[in-house]
C-alpha cells in the first residue's frame, strides 16, 4: 500500500486552499515557478516598527518555536517498542503572509492618502511561468509576471506594483521553513533519528523511490489563488530542495475554476450553505454578542475614530467589522503604519488588552458562531 502525506494550504478572508498528497510510493510539484526580483527584503527586515506582533503574522521568533511533534503511541493500547509505519500524515496549513486581499475597502478615513504607507503596495516577489515543452532537448523559456503595466492616473488596485491578496517575501519565507519543517519529520534515516525515528515517510536517497517529488508519491492539488499557488510551490521546495539539487522538478498542479471550486464552502455549489449562515447570524449566540455593549462600542470606535465605511460588493453590505480584521494584520504585519486608536497591540499598562485586541477577539468569535453553526442544536 502506497504511503501517503497530505497537505491543506488554506487562506482565511478567501478561503484559498492549496492541498498536497505526499504518498510514500505518492507525491506532485507545481511548474508555474516563484521568483524574487531585485534584492529583496528578508524577514530580518520587517517586525521592527512594534514592540510585539499577533502570532497571526508568524514573524521569525514565532516561526523558530514550531515543529512537528514526535510520534507518540501511548494511549494506543500498542507496547512501546511496537513496529509502527507511517502511511498517512495530513497537515493543514495556511498560505504566506500577503498583501490585502482587496482593493476598495475603506479601512480608516486616511487608508488611501498619499502621504500614509497603506496607500501604495510594491511587490519585490513576482511569478514566473513556462510554457509547456514538447521537445525534452529545449531549454524552459520562464515568463515574469509584473503589475507595473499602468501609468498615472491609472493604476492598480492597492495604488503599487502588487496584485491584491498576493504572496510577499516574508510570506515566501514562512513557507520555505514550513517545508523544512516537515522535512525534518518526516524524511531522513528512520534508524540515525532519536526524535522522528517513528515519523520517517521518505527513506533518505531510497533507490526505491529516486524522485519523491514526482508522480505517484506526490499530490499537489490547490484553488487558483496566486498567495496559494505559491505558497504550496514555495513549502514543496523547502521540502524537496535535497531531492531536486542540481535537477529540474515538474511537480503537477491539479486545480479548478475557482468559482466552481469545493475546496472551500461554495455557497453557488450548495444553497444550503447559505441558509445554514443566515440561521447562525439570526442565532441566540451570534445575537447577543454583535448586539452586546462591547460591540457598540467597537463600532463607535470604527465610524468615529478611524472614520471607517460600510460599502457594497456584490450586492452585499459590509460594514467596518466585516471587514476590518484584514486591515489591521495587513497593515501591522508588513510594519506599515497603525491609527494611533489602535496602535496598542501588547502594549496597555493595566493588563487589560487593548482596542487592536478587542476588536480581533470579537471578530474571530462571530466568525467562528459562524463557522460551527449547528442547524440541528
Same mark, same amino acid.
Given at each position: 500500500?502506497?504511503?501517503?502525506?497530505?497537505?491543506?494550504?488554506?487562506?482565511?478572508?478567501?478561503?484559498?486552499?492549496?492541498?498536497?498528497?505526499?504518498?510514500?510510493?505518492?507525491?506532485?510539484?507545481?511548474?508555474?515557478? $516563484?521568483?524574487?526580483?531585485? $534584492?529583496?527584503?528578508?524577514?530580518?527586515?520587517?517586525?521592527?516598527?512594534?514592540?510585539?506582533?499577533?502570532?497571526?503574522?508568524?514573524?521569525?521568533?514565532?516561526?523558530?518555536?514550531?515543529?512537528?511533534?514526535?510520534?507518540?503511541?501511548?494511549?494506543?493500547?500498542?507496547?512501546?517498542?511496537?513496529?509502527?509505519?507511517?502511511?498517512?500524515?495530513?497537515?493543514?496549513?495556511?498560505?504566506?503572509?500577503?498583501?490585502?486581499?482587496?482593493?476598495?475597502?475603506?479601512? %480608516?478615513?486616511?487608508?488611501?492618502?498619499?502621504?500614509?504607507?497603506?496607500?501604495? %503596495? /510594491?511587490?519585490?516577489?513576482?511569478? %514566473?511561468?513556462?510554457?509547456?515543452?514538447?521537445?525534452?532537448?529545449?531549454?524552459?523559456?520562464?515568463? $515574469?509576471?509584473?503589475?507595473?503595466?499602468?501609468?498615472?492616473?491609472?493604476?492598480?488596485?492597492?495604488?503599487?506594483?502588487?496584485?491584491?491578496?498576493?504572496?510577499?517575501?516574508?510570506?515566501?519565507?514562512?513557507?520555505?521553513?514550513?517545508?523544512?519543517?516537515?522535512?525534518?519529520?518526516?524524511?531522513?534515516?528512520?534508524?540515525?533519528?532519536?526524535?522522528?525515528?517513528?515519523?520517517?515517510?521518505?527513506?533518505?536517497?531510497?533507490?526505491?523511490?529516486?524522485?519523491?517529488?514526482?508522480?505517484?508519491?506526490?499530490?499537489?492539488?490547490?484553488?487558483?489563488?496566486?498567495?496559494?499557488?505559491?505558497?504550496?510551490?514555495?513549502?514543496?521546495?523547502?521540502?524537496?530542495?535535497?531531492?531536486?539539487?542540481?535537477?529540474?522538478?515538474?511537480?503537477?498542479?491539479?486545480?479548478?475554476?475557482?468559482?466552481?471550486?469545493?475546496?472551500?464552502?461554495?455557497?453557488?455549489?450548495?444553497?444550503?450553505?447559505?441558509?445554514?449562515?443566515?440561521?447562525?447570524?439570526?442565532?441566540?449566540?451570534?445575537?447577543?454578542?454583535?448586539?452586546?455593549?462591547?460591540?457598540?462600542?467597537?463600532?463607535?470606535?470604527?465610524?468615529?475614530?478611524?472614520?471607517?465605511?460600510?460599502?457594497? /460588493?456584490?450586492?452585499? %453590505?459590509?460594514?467596518?467589522?466585516?471587514?476590518?480584521?484584514?486591515?489591521?494584520?495587513?497593515?501591522?504585519?508588513?510594519?506599515?503604519?497603525?491609527?494611533?486608536?489602535?496602535?496598542?497591540?501588547?502594549?496597555?499598562? /493595566?493588563?487589560?488588552?487593548?482596542?487592536?485586541?478587542?476588536?480581533?477577539?470579537?471578530?474571530?468569535?462571530?466568525?467562528?458562531?459562524?463557522?460551527?453553526?449547528?442547524?440541528?442544536?
Amino acid at each position: 500500500m502506497h504511503k501517503r502525506y497530505i497537505l491543506f494550504f488554506t487562506s482565511n478572508m478567501m478561503k484559498a486552499i492549496t492541498f498536497f498528497s505526499l504518498a510514500s510510493n505518492s507525491y506532485t510539484v507545481a511548474l508555474t515557478s $516563484e521568483k524574487t526580483t531585485r $534584492e529583496t527584503q528578508s524577514s530580518s527586515e520587517y517586525y521592527k516598527r512594534y514592540p510585539s506582533y499577533p502570532k497571526y503574522c508568524s514573524n521569525p521568533s514565532e516561526m523558530a518555536k514550531r515543529n512537528v511533534p514526535p510520534l507518540n503511541i501511548e494511549g494506543t493500547g500498542l507496547p512501546e517498542d511496537a513496529s509502527i509505519d507511517i502511511l498517512q500524515v495530513s497537515s493543514i496549513i495556511r498560505h504566506g503572509q500577503r498583501t490585502p486581499y482587496a482593493g476598495n475597502i475603506p479601512c %480608516w478615513s486616511k487608508y488611501k492618502a498619499k502621504d500614509t504607507d497603506t496607500s501604495s %503596495w /510594491d511587490c519585490e516577489l513576482t511569478t %514566473w511561468s513556462s510554457p509547456p515543452r514538447f521537445d525534452p532537448s529545449e531549454k524552459y523559456l520562464l515568463f $515574469e509576471k509584473k503589475y507595473d503595466a499602468l501609468s498615472e492616473p491609472l493604476g492598480n488596485f492597492l495604488g503599487g506594483t502588487c496584485q491584491m491578496g498576493q504572496l510577499i517575501v516574508p510570506g515566501y519565507e514562512q513557507e520555505h521553513i514550513n517545508g523544512q519543517i516537515l522535512r525534518d519529520a518526516y524524511f531522513g534515516d528512520a534508524n540515525a533519528n532519536e526524535t522522528y525515528g517513528k515519523n520517517i515517510l521518505f527513506l533518505d536517497n531510497d533507490v526505491e523511490v529516486p524522485k519523491p517529488y514526482a508522480s505517484p508519491f506526490t499530490f499537489y492539488r490547490a484553488d487558483d489563488e496566486q498567495r496559494t499557488l505559491m505558497s504550496g510551490q514555495v513549502l514543496l521546495r523547502g521540502l524537496f530542495h535535497q531531492d531536486l539539487q542540481d535537477k529540474d522538478g515538474a511537480i503537477e498542479l491539479h486545480t479548478a475554476d475557482y468559482h466552481n471550486d469545493v475546496l472551500t464552502s461554495n455557497e453557488q455549489l450548495c444553497p444550503t450553505l447559505t441558509k445554514l449562515r443566515e440561521e447562525a447570524l439570526q442565532s441566540d449566540e451570534f445575537q447577543q454578542k454583535n448586539s452586546s455593549m462591547e460591540a457598540a462600542e467597537l463600532r463607535e470606535i470604527l465610524a468615529e475614530d478611524l472614520g471607517s465605511e460600510g460599502f457594497m /460588493d456584490g450586492g452585499h %453590505w459590509f460594514e467596518p467589522m466585516d471587514y476590518i480584521l484584514d486591515c489591521l494584520m495587513t497593515t501591522m504585519c508588513t510594519d506599515r503604519t497603525l491609527p494611533d486608536r489602535v496602535d496598542d497591540f501588547g502594549s496597555t499598562s /493595566d493588563g487589560r488588552k487593548g482596542v487592536f485586541e478587542q476588536i480581533v477577539d470579537f471578530v474571530s468569535i462571530n466568525d467562528h458562531v459562524i463557522s460551527s453553526f449547528d442547524s440541528m442544536m
